[in-house]
């Protein structure tokens, strides 16, 4: 059985940073691209990183220069570091793996960006 379980989310003021991870089992997580989407109240889902199985970043622009995607095959695990984080930042923050169509999902992670 797939599973997704992310965390490293919370509340951190305007200027913050954290450090998503999310952590894959029950398949060969290797050969999947991965990605970070994220969910804002009244907002719909939307993709802020992925990164191939052979490492090729990307990144909406909305977080380019401030965000940064990686992996780490052998322990399955992809990470999203975030900084320079702002109050639009402010999302559920979901890890996907094998795309938004057929893949499969984590539960979220809450980030709250706010003084």
């Known amino acids: 059985q797939v599973q997704l379980v992310e965390s490293g989310g919370g509340l951190v003021q305007p200027g913050g940073s954290l450090r998503l991870s999310c952590a894959a089992s029950?398949?060969?997580?290797?050969?999947?691209?991965m990605g970070w989407y994220r969910q804002a109240p009244g907002k719909q889902r939307e993709l802020v990183s992925s990164i191939t199985k052979g490492g090729t970043k990307n990144y909406v622009d909305s977080v380019k220069g401030r965000f940064a995607i990686f992996r780490d095959n052998a322990k399955k695990m992809v990470y999203l570091e975030m900084n320079s984080l702002k109050p639009e930042d402010t999302a559920v923050y979901y890890c996907?793996?094998?795309?938004?169509?057929?893949?499969?999902w984590g539960r979220g992670t809450q980030v709250t960006v706010s003084s």
């Open positions: 029950g398949i060969t997580f290797s050969i999947y691209a």
């Open positions: 996907n793996l094998g795309g938004p169509n057929g893949g499969y």
